[in-house]
């Protein structure tokens, strides 16, 4: 004959369900508690530290440079050439920006909206990230001396073996005379 409980169950004396399913949900918790407790740490130390964070963006004055210059500055341990076109230099990149281009982009995706005047392009060729000169080649923008790649006065890529066009890194003008890139 079954026993049964006081409440008609059949289930045996002294085993409460309710008591069992909060032992259940308690010791989980207290299995989740300590996995994040493990966890948090190991997480957190994959963040970048300070001082990388501190190298993530920089700030540039546009001052120091003149018409038809261009300067090198360092972002990420890579080159960033900050060029201030000429009215000439411009006009050659928009005539050219129906031409059947390998990567293509029109010369107005590749500046801020009203700044034309201002190219900013991370200075590693696409092909093997060699670091390319200005004024070189046929298109009057950049040239890859190590195997050939062109890029036009707009950084996109003309002739040679590089894939893409010169890498346009996240910026915003702070001022009309200051730049932050990253």
Same mark, same amino acid.
């Given at each position: 004959?079954?026993?049964?409980?006081?409440?008609?169950?059949?289930?045996?004396?002294?085993?409460?369900?309710?008591?069992?399913?909060?032992?259940?949900?308690?010791?989980?918790?207290?299995?989740?508690?300590?996995?994040?407790?493990?966890?948090?740490?190991?997480?957190?130390?994959?963040?970048?530290?300070?001082?990388?964070?501190?190298?993530?963006?920089?700030?540039?004055?546009?001052?120091?440079?003149?018409?038809?210059?261009?300067?090198?500055?360092?972002?990420?341990?890579?080159?960033?050439?900050?060029? !201030?076109? $000429?009215?000439?230099? %411009?006009?050659?990149?928009? +005539?050219?920006?129906?031409?059947?281009?390998? @990567?293509? #982009?029109?010369?107005?995706?590749?500046?801020?909206?009203?700044?034309?005047?201002?190219?900013?392009?991370?200075?590693?060729?696409?092909?093997?990230?060699?670091?390319?000169?200005?004024?070189?080649?046929?298109?009057?923008?950049?040239?890859?001396?190590?195997?050939?790649?062109? !890029?036009? $006065?707009?950084?996109? %890529?003309?002739?040679?073996? +590089?894939?893409?066009?010169?890498?346009?890194? @996240?910026? #915003?003008?702070?001022?009309?005379?200051?730049?932050?890139?990253?």
């Amino acid at each position: 004959m079954a026993t049964t409980n006081t409440d008609g169950h059949g289930a045996p004396p002294g085993d409460d369900p309710s008591r069992r399913d909060f032992i259940h949900i308690a010791a989980t918790a207290a299995a989740i508690g300590g996995v994040a407790a493990v966890a948090w740490p190991l997480i957190d130390q994959m963040n970048p530290s300070d001082d990388t964070l501190a190298l993530s963006s920089i700030e540039f004055d546009l001052t120091k440079v003149t018409e038809g210059q261009q300067v090198v500055v360092k972002w990420r341990s890579q080159p960033v050439f900050v060029r !201030y076109r $000429t009215a000439k230099e %411009i006009n050659e990149a928009v +005539a050219d920006d129906h031409k059947e281009l390998r @990567d293509p #982009a029109t010369d107005a995706s590749r500046h801020k909206p009203g700044k034309a005047q201002w190219l900013i392009v991370v200075g590693v060729c696409t092909h093997l990230g060699c670091v390319p000169n200005f004024g070189g080649g046929d298109y009057g923008g950049w040239f890859c001396p190590c195997h050939g790649s062109q !890029y036009d $006065t707009s950084g996109r %890529i003309r002739k040679g073996p +590089a894939p893409k066009n010169l890498a346009v890194p @996240d910026y #915003a003008f702070l001022t009309d005379t200051k730049v932050k890139i990253g």
